[in-house]
Every structure is written in structure tokens, then in C-alpha cells.
T-cell receptor
Framework: SAVISQKPSRDICQRGTSLTIQCQVDSQVTMMFWYRQQPGQSLTLIATANQGSEATYESGFVIDKFPISRPNLTFSTLTVSNMSPEDSSIYLC????????????FGPGTRLTVT | GDSVTQMEGPVTLSEEAFLTINCTYT??????LFWYVQYPGEGLQLLLK?????DKGSNKGFEATYRKETTSFHLEKGSVQVSDSAVYFCALSDSWGKLQFGAGTQVVVTP
């Protein structure tokens, strides 16, 4: 497994503003992902963060709303832009530590509340 | 597309009872299957996995067998404890490594 940290752990933001969430891993990993967990719901994949190239977004998620950076093999950021109350969720990053195993390990999550 | 269906909760049990959480999937190809657990106030943890038909994943007294013929991956534990109270998620991974989660099943174990 890997040690994964996220910052901030929680935040309360006003609508119309943006928040950048950081994900740091203690070892180099090939695959990094960002998920959203809306209150009382399951996890939904937002995008795959690709090192050195643009992220790959899932249906229903767009780069303008959720820009992602992945400057190296241990770090990624997710920005939630122009927030509305519907963006209130837990945002989680995950990594696949051993290529081809498909085992993903999750960060502790960032609890975002938009007022 | 791929999907995972798991039984709705909450499931309420007494300590030492037998737990089963049903999970079925729809997928093209041969996905890997997982159970994740989310304890109250904690992050999501990988509980067990199986990568091919008839594989059995096990961890912490929990077991699940990859049944290709019934497209199922039911989670079982013979004797639950209060500390097993959590939300359990069944998931599958496609060939790109992307996880598709079920809705989650809350399990409440009472003393």
C-alpha cells in the first residue's frame, strides 16, 4: 500500500469561489484517480490524473469545472471551480501502487461544504 | 456499461451473527472484483479482492468468492463484532483500472 495525504481535510467555501485540493503520495505511482462521494452516496470517478498530460474525464465531468494537474508521480491537484451547493461532497484521491493489480488505495478525503 | 448492484442497507445484526452482503455485477470482459470498507469517520479501505473466476478473497474473517456463472461476489463473515459496523462497498475494476462502485451497504452490529 501507500501513505496518501490530502489537503485540506475539510473546508467551507462560498458559492462562486474555487478550491484546490492536493493529494500527496509517499512513493511514485503510475495511476492516480479523483473520486467524489456525495452525502450518503457511493463514490463516482471524476477523472484519471495522467502524469505529463491532460487528465481523462468521465462522462458528466469536464475540465473547466474540475481542472486537474499531475506534475509528477507523487502529486496531483483537483480544483473545484465556480462552486455551488451541489458541489458539497467528499473528494478523494486514490492510487494504484502496483501496476496491473488494479488495487486502489484511497486518501482520507476532503470534505467540502459550499454555502 | 459496467455496473455493480449490492443489497440495500442498513443491515442490523447482533454480535456473533452471520453476515452476508449480496453483490452482483455487469461487465464486459473479466473484471477484478473488490470489497472496500468505510468505518465511521475513517477513509475507504481495501478489504479484499479477487481477480478471476473462482478466486476467493479473504481478510479479517471476511470472505468473498468470484462467481462468474452468477456474476456475483457476495461478502460473508461467520461471526460479526461491533467493530465491524461500517459501510461496505462492492466494486469492479475495468481493464483501464477504473473502479465502479456499488451503492454501499451500511452494517450495524449491536452488542
Amino acid at each position: 500500500s501507500a501513505v496518501i495525504s490530502q489537503k485540506p481535510s475539510r473546508d467551507i467555501c462560498q458559492r462562486g469561489t474555487s478550491l484546490t485540493i492536493q493529494c500527496q503520495v509517499d512513493s511514485q505511482v503510475t495511476m492516480m484517480f479523483w473520486y467524489r462521494q456525495q452525502p450518503g452516496q457511493s463514490l463516482t470517478l471524476i477523472a484519471t490524473a495522467n502524469q505529463g498530460s491532460e487528465a481523462t474525464y468521465e462522462s458528466g465531468f469536464v475540465i473547466d469545472k474540475f481542472p486537474i494537474s499531475r506534475p509528477n508521480l507523487t502529486f496531483s491537484t483537483l480544483t473545484v471551480s465556480n462552486m455551488s451547493p451541489e458541489d458539497s461532497s467528499i473528494y478523494l484521491c486514490s492510487v494504484e501502487t502496483a501496476s496491473g493489480t488494479y488495487e486502489q488505495y484511497f486518501g482520507p478525503g476532503t470534505r467540502l461544504t459550499v454555502t | 456499461g459496467d455496473s455493480v448492484t449490492q443489497m440495500e442497507g442498513p443491515v442490523t445484526l447482533s454480535e456473533e451473527a452471520f453476515l452476508t452482503i449480496n453483490c452482483t455485477y455487469t461487465a464486459t470482459g473479466y473484471p477484478s472484483l473488490f470489497w472496500y470498507v468505510q468505518y465511521p469517520g475513517e477513509g475507504l479501505q481495501l478489504l479484499l479482492k479477487a481477480t478471476k473466476a473462482d478466486d476467493k478473497g479473504s481478510n479479517k474473517g471476511f470472505e468473498a468468492t468470484y462467481r462468474k456463472e452468477t456474476t456475483s461476489f457476495h461478502l460473508e463473515k461467520g461471526s460479526v463484532q461491533v467493530s465491524d459496523s461500517a459501510v461496505y462497498f462492492c466494486a469492479l475494476s475495468d481493464s483501464w483500472g477504473k473502479l465502479q462502485f456499488g451503492a454501499g451497504t451500511q452494517v450495524v452490529v449491536t452488542p
